[in-house]
Each structure stands twice: as structure tokens, then as C-alpha cells.
């Protein structure tokens, strides 16, 4: 019966995530086998899309004060980026309080530090209060700067801080891997694992009456009488609002799929011959930055190492780990490298996530997306303002992450720059591919934009040989994707929707898969 489902799986279902690579935070973890029970006749207070840390956080915080919420999963909790992340919780963001004063107020500065310190707080009271075994530790923080340029970066850096009420200081002792000129020593930091973490939310959320949809896409939303009716093809959900906790608001074309560019993450986890884990979380200054920390899975440490991002659909993503792994040997004595995954992120044009009322939506439907790499804070951050908004319509922060807000002068020109490069993509990609002269060229498990038959194809060969083809053309805004031979999926460089190697929707804003083309035997 409908009002059944979902209500009991084994608990042996592993955690999968959307790409080929599987994280470090993977292994060993398996899904809850309770998940609440729907009731389709129900109007929920809130319907929460997304199971990551954003949207389980806020439906837990909801539901603790006292609202009906449900929350609908394309796939299940962890699926997307918060099964990806290297977990640091920092009071500092990779947009510097220095530039946010410099686009918006130094007001503004202030406001993004207290939300900050409110995420982090957070986050330490549920893993207290609920006993969360997620391997949380406070840790210091350091980012040192190596070169003259990067010490006047790391000055403004310093002294914004100070102004925005972070506590920081000067350090000559940064366990910084490589030598530098000036070091800034960040306390009462935080590492966790998210998984654990979010795993355990999502049990609690079911305790006091949550639901949770798995295996849930949803494909429209309609309002009537200010009820929201959420369709999906297993289901509908009817809900008084609706809070799009997905990274980036899904379906047609939407402000914010324009004021936010996707980037492509790299991260490994790698043994240390010498045992010199660094027991801190370390950042340099390079652009892009890299950055460190140490975690133990199973009794095994290992050294978490990221960096090397670019924008999703544009660099070589099997290059970007050659280069991380060259870097961190660099580094480290390192001894086997043992996962190694990629994750997806949204940078916002004006440096600060949007958070709010989704522009163009009904009333009662509310979005997050821009974390930049912050998503741990900056997600727990979008799910205090949110429940806020929900409950009780106000939140301190509300004006300051408006999603409606307008920033010509601080926004306008990264949103020309990233929509330009968009429209580039729309006209290069058609007629500047280079194409494979023959799908017989193409390596077992690959896939590539090819030339087939008059018309271009996107073609993947499984690892038996036999051929797929896929329209190129994704099926958000119709740029061409582009494959990802690490992650084994198709990429759109536009606006960050990923599909898998068959062509169906991982993540990102499509909600329609990637069209089936048949390709008769011998052509």
C-alpha cells in the first residue's frame, strides 16, 4: 500500500553516491532501514527536496519544532555532494570576509560570520545532543601563504577576520607541508565524518514523526490555495511549503541556474609511509588552493588531500587527479593512495550563497545554492535560515542571502563572464568538437562526443564492448555535455547537469534524461 512504502529496507543497503569513484566516507556505510511512514492524503508543513546535509538538517530542525515534514530523495540521503565532501568545518569561507566587505558592507562581512558561527554551533550541539557517533574532533585551522602576492591576500584576510569577529592570529608554527612566509592560525575548528552524520540526523528526523521518500524525483510543482502539490512518478506530495534542498534548484530555466557557476572538485585519500599525519586542517593560498587533513577509517589514518577544481564539463578530470596526486606527493611521504572521487560545487557571482524564496516561484517555495566549497557550513547555514523562514517567516539572515537580491556592481561582472563562457559553449561545442573517426576507436568504458552516421552522438562503450548512443544535447538548456572518464559520466559545462554513462539524470538542474538513440548493428 502506498502509506507503506519506504517504511522498511534492510539495513544492508550501501551508501552510493553520483559518480563512478566511491569516497572514503563510502566504506562500510549502509543506509537506515527506517524511513517513517507517507500518507498521500496528508498536507505536510513542509516537503524538503534533497537528503544531503542541507535538507536533512532542515527538516530535523522543523520537525523539532513541531512541524509535519517529509523529505523526497531522487536517490537517498548522501547521494550527491555531502557523500563527496572532505568534511572541514571552518569559520572562515572560501569567500573572505575581505570580499565580502569589498562587494557588499563590512556589516555584511559581520552577518556572514555570525551565520557561520551559528552553522558551526549547530553542528556541535546535534552531534552532542543526539550522541552521534561521526568522529567529530575540534581542530586548529592554518592557511599559510608562500609568495608576496599571497601574503598581502592573507593580510586582508587576517585583518577582515578581526573586523567580522572571527578569532584568528598570526602563527610562526603552521604544520604547513611546504615552506612560507606567513601562516594564520584558525581555532576551534571542526572535522567530522558526513555521512555518520547525516545518517544519524536522518534517524532522529524519523523518531519525532519525519518521513522519508527514497527513490523519489520530483518532477513538477503546482499550487493551489497555497498548497503545493509535488508530482513525482511514484507519487504526489502536498505540502505548505517546499524548500529545494538540492544544490541547485532543478527544472526549467531559473535566475539562479545564471547567477551560479558549477566546478568539479578533486579529493584523495592516501597512506603516509613516515605516519606524519597532520593533526590540523591546512589550506595554502595557490589558486586554486589545496588543502589537507588527516581522518581514520577502520583503524586506518589517512591523509584527506583535495584541490585542482575547475569548472564542471571544461577541464580533464583524470589530469586534475594526476595533478593532485603529483602535489600532494609533493607534500607527504605518501605510501598507496588508496579512493580518490570528485564532487560537484556552485560558486555564486557575488561571492555569498542565495538562500530564500526561489525568484519566479509561488509563495512557500524556498531554494539554497552558491556554497562555493563550504557546503558543510554553508548547507547547515541555509537550513537554519529556511526552518526559520518556514516557521515563523523572518530570519536575521534573510535579506542578506536573498536569492532576489541584486548586485550589479559586486555580481555583474562574473555573471557576464560565467554566461558569456555559457553561450560560448552553445556555439564552440556544435561545430569545434574534435571527433573520433570511427566508435571502433573508442576504449572499452569510455565514452565521447563522435561523429556517426551524419550526426553527432554522444557514445559510450561499456566494458563488453557494446555501444550506447545518447543525444549530446542536455536536456536543461541544450548545451552539448562532455564525458567524464573518471566519474564515468556525462557532464554538461553550462549549468552542472550530470548524467550517467546510459544517459540518466544524476544531479544537477535537468530533471529529464538524456535522449535514447538507436544505432543499428553494422552502420
Known sequence: ??????????????????????????????????????????????????????????????????????????????????????????????????EVESAFSEDASKQFAKSIAQSVSLIKELVDEYDIDCDYERKKAYVYAQTDDEVKELDDMLESSIRAGVPVEVTQAAPGPQSYQKALEYDQQAQFHPLKYILALQKEFVALGGVMLENTRIEDISTEDDVHTAKSPEREIKAKSVFYATHIPPGG??????????????????????????????????????????????????????????????????????????????????????????????????????????????????????????????????????????????????????????????????????????????????????????VAQLPVDSGDIVEYDGQKLAIYKDQKGEVHALSPVCTHTGCIVKWNGSEKSWDCPCHGGRFNAHGQVLTGPTRLDLEQIVVSEGS
Open 253 to 438: 530555466v531559473n535566475l539562479l541556474h545564471f547567477r551560479n557557476a558549477p566546478y568539479r572538485s578533486y579529493v584523495i585519500a592516501a597512506t603516509l609511509s613516515d605516519g606524519a599525519y597532520p593533526d590540523a586542517l591546512i589550506y595554502d593560498m595557490k589558486d586554486p588552493y589545496h588543502y589537507f587533513r588527516t581522518h581514520e577509517v577502520d583503524g586506518q589514518k589517512y591523509l584527506i588531500s583535495g584541490g585542482h577544481d575547475h569548472k564542471t564539463g571544461h577541464g580533464d578530470p583524470e589530469q586534475s587527479f594526476e595533478d593532485l596526486i603529483s602535489f600532494t606527493k609533493s607534500c607527504y611521504q605518501v605510501a598507496e593512495v588508496s579512493s580518490k572521487w570528485s564532487a560537484q560545487y556552485y560558486v555564486p557571482t557575488d561571492g555569498l550563497p542565495y538562500i530564500g524564496h526561489l525568484p519566479g516561484a509561488s509563495k512557500g517555495i524556498y531554494a539554497a545554492t552558491g556554497y562555493n566549497g563550504n557546503g558543510m557550513i554553508l548547507g547547515t547555514v541555509a537550513a537554519i535560515v529556511v526552518s526559520q523562514l518556514i516557521a515563523t517567516g523572518e530570519s536575521e539572515f534573510k535579506d542578506l542571502f536573498d536569492p532576489g537580491r541584486i548586485k550589479p556592481i559586486a555580481g555583474f561582472t562574473e555573471f557576464i563572464k560565467e554566461n558569456a563562457d555559457v553561450a560560448n559553449r552553445f556555439v564552440a561545442d556544435r561545430f569545434g568538437i574534435d571527433k573520433l573517426d570511427s
Open 1 to 98: 500500500m502506498e502509506n507503506q512504502q519506504n517504511e522498511h529496507f534492510s539495513s544492508e543497503r550501501a551508501v552510493t553516491r553520483d559518480g563512478h569513484n566511491v569516497s572514503l566516507w563510502q566504506r562500510n556505510m549502509h543506509l537506515g532501514d527506517q524511513n517513517g511512514t507517507f500518507d498521500p492524503a496528508f498536507v505536510y508543513d513542509a516537503l524538503i527536496v534533497g537528503a544531503g546535509i542541507t535538507g536533512i538538517t532542515a527538516a530535523l530542525l522543523l520537525q523539532r519544532a513541531g512541524r509535519k515534514c517529509v523529505i523526497a530523495d531522487a536517490h537517498h540521503a548522501g547521494y550527491g555532494t555531502t557523500g563527496g565532501t572532505t568534511a572541514h568545518i571552518n569559520t572562515f569561507a572560501d569567500t573572505t570576509y575581505a
